[in-house]
């Protein structure tokens, strides 16, 4: 339930406060005062679509908020929580600003959301009836949408049960007719990436193997050079030269001299111990390096012609590859480890096909039976619903009419099942029921979607109900009947009605006015809860266009007390 509506800075409304209460609350107001910038306000707390011309002339932007009582449990609250807001105890707060500019900003639950947030709590807390929604009403897909609300919870849970394997089904059949249509293109692929594969697994590349087969290849072809420079160093090194000549000097001979010569002398001057000291160690390191490049000579391949042969035929098998499959050899390692997982998938088209036939054919069955039961279940709601909305129909004035459901099969199904739901009025015995876009004028289109809402309330209860003028062209006994139909629909649910018509206003128990005054070239409305005498003389221009008309505030009386009389005893 709405329990206030703030609007500041929308249309000719520079800032009004709606306190609404359950039950039937009215707004009135003159042509042009703002009544359906109340209903434009809602709209945009309820996710519709900002439009920046409705933000008042020179303010910056338009500014909606609105106080909802909602369960602290159930479908709304986890969708606020999930959206990072929150409840006040039962109460939700559901901001709306516009900019001059069409910039939109939603608040829900104290957070900032998506305006798509508001759509989705839109379906839960408020029913919107106006023009529009009459259109609408004459459309296939909301008329099968009012049966089915009609059908009951029931219904509802069948229903959803019935579009979660049709959805499946879909699903299903889309893979299926994918594979079936591409099963030549994957095989051919499938042919390409095995011969690949196998291309590859030949070679059996490594890892890093083609950095160290450069490196190997690099040493292989300059080994004389190697050779040459390794016996040079080693020798000027140690004197263990290939001649056997102790004649030539070498650097551990003459650092083992300059050590004896320092050792010599030592004893007479404790500086010079430690300079023997590292003498000794650089003698020992040259000795050491000396023995390396020894042991390096010693290892180099005498044969090194043959391996440098087997190690560029190795680099050329890893450069066919790498040209054919990759940019480097870790790539087409990589291809090898994705193709194979590709293969494996493509292998599998002819199970998984095998498996989505067998799942299509059995959702399929499965959607027959459960589409057969839908359409049992509406044929009989339709029976109803036609039975009740023509006892509705002959309150509102239009007794000899009469309200036909027709429930057919169609050839396909759908994602709500196998049904076309027509709703058909005839107008008086003996006529041809017509289908509701050519068989009824505005008024009686009016009335229709009234007496549906009646009658659908009671099997699908809404919280809050808005119509905008619904009352449009109808006057007179039709319009206390719609007055009366609203404040029954009252009993169950919170009633919004932006109206027109004393005789309607006269049964809401919170009257609301929006009034305008005159600034400039600027109208500023504000509204205002009627009570008493102002009541009555809203009424009372509300029939006669004179608020002070002595006959219209007596007809005004009359019809509050009308309305009080017909309305059942609050407890």
């Known amino acids: 339930m709405i329990e206030e509506l703030t609007i500041r800075d929308l249309g000719v409304i520079a800032e009004a406060t709606l306190p609404l209460s359950p039950g ?57 929580r999930e959206a990072g807001g929150d409840l006040d105890g039962p109460e939700l707060l559901l901001g709306r600003s516009v900019s001059a500019e069409g910039r939109s900003r939603a608040i829900v639950g104290g957070r900032s959301a998506p305006a798509a947030v508001l759509a989705e709590l839109a379906d839960h807390l408020v029913v919107v009836h106006g023009q529009s929604e009459q259109m609408r009403l004459r459309s296939s897909t909301a008329q099968r949408e009012a049966l089915d609300r009609f059908a009951g919870p029931d219904f509802a849970a069948m229903l959803a049960d019935y579009g979660h394997a049709y959805r499946r089904w879909q699903a299903n059949c889309e893979q299926l007719d994918q594979l079936l249509t591409e099963r030549d293109r994957r095989a051919r692929e499938a ?36 050779r040459q420079a390794a016996t040079i160093a080693r020798e000027h090194l140690s004197a263990e030269n290939e001649s056997g000549s102790d004649d030539a000097p070498d650097a551990v001979a003459l650092l083992n001299a300059a050590r004896r010569a320092v050792e010599r002398v030592a004893a007479h001057d404790a500086a010079l111990g430690p300079i023997a000291e590292s003498i000794a160690n650089i003698e020992f390191l ?3 390096a000396a023995g390396e490049l020894s042991s390096y000579l010693a290892g180099l391949d ?47 088209d002819a199970e998984r096909i095998a498996e989505l036939e067998t799942e299509v054919s059995a959702d399929s069955d499965l959607l027959q039976r459960l589409a057969s039961d839908l359409s049992s279940r509406r044929e009989s709601a339709a029976e109803q619903l036609g039975r009740e909305v023509t006892t509705e129909l002959g309150a509102l004035a239009m007794p000899d009419a009469a309200l036909v459901v027709e429930v057919s099969r169609r050839d396909a199904l759908g994602s709500s099942g196998g049904d076309a ?29 009234l007496a549906i809402e009646v009658v659908v309330a009671g099997t699908d209860p809404v919280p809050t109900f808005v119509f905008d003028e619904v009352d449009a062209g109808i006057g007179g006994a039709a319009a206390i009947e719609i007055g009366r139909r609203l404040a029954r629909l009252a009993e169950s649910a919170q009633v919004i009605v932006v109206t027109h018509l004393a005789q309607v206003a006269a049964f809401a128990e919170n009257h609301l006015r929006v009034v305008k005054d005159g600034s400039g070239s600027v109208t500023a409305s504000s509204v205002q809860l009627l009570q008493g005498q102002e009541r009555e003389a809203e009424m ?32």
């Open 191 to 226: 042919d390409d990436l095995r011969a690949a594969l196998a291309e590859i697994e030949t070679v059996a590349p490594l890892p890093g193997e083609d950095v160290e087969l450069a490196e190997r290849a690099e040493r292989l072809s300059n080994l004389e050079e190697l």
């Open 302 to 348: 005498s044969d090194g012609a043959r391996e440098l042969e087997l190690v560029q035929e190795r680099r050329a098998e890893l450069a066919v590859i790498v040209r054919k499959y990759g940019s480097s050899l870790d790539e087409v390692i990589e291809a090898l480890e994705l193709g194979s997982n590709r293969l494996f998938e493509l292998d599998g």
């Open 24 to 80: 039937f609350t009215a707004v009135t107001g003159e042509t042009g005062a703002g009544k359906t910038m109340v209903v434009s306000a809602l709209g945009l707390l309820l996710g519709e679509r900002a439009d920046a011309g409705a933000v008042r002339q020179g303010q910056p932007q338009s500014w909606v908020e609105g106080r909802w009582l909602v369960p602290e449990t159930g479908a709304v609250a986890e969708r606020v």
């Open 286 to 288: 040259l000795a050491d």
């Open 421 to 449: 739901v027509s709703i058909l009025l005839k107008p008086h015995s003996g006529a041809e029921p017509r289908p509701l876009g050519r068989g009824a004028s505005g008024g009686e289109l009016s009335r229709v979607m």
């Open 540 to 571: 009372a221009r509300l029939l006669s266009g004179l608020p002070d008309s002595e006959s219209g505030l007596a007809h005004a009386r009359e019809l509050i007390e009308l309305a009080q009389a017909a309305q059942p005893a609050k407890h």
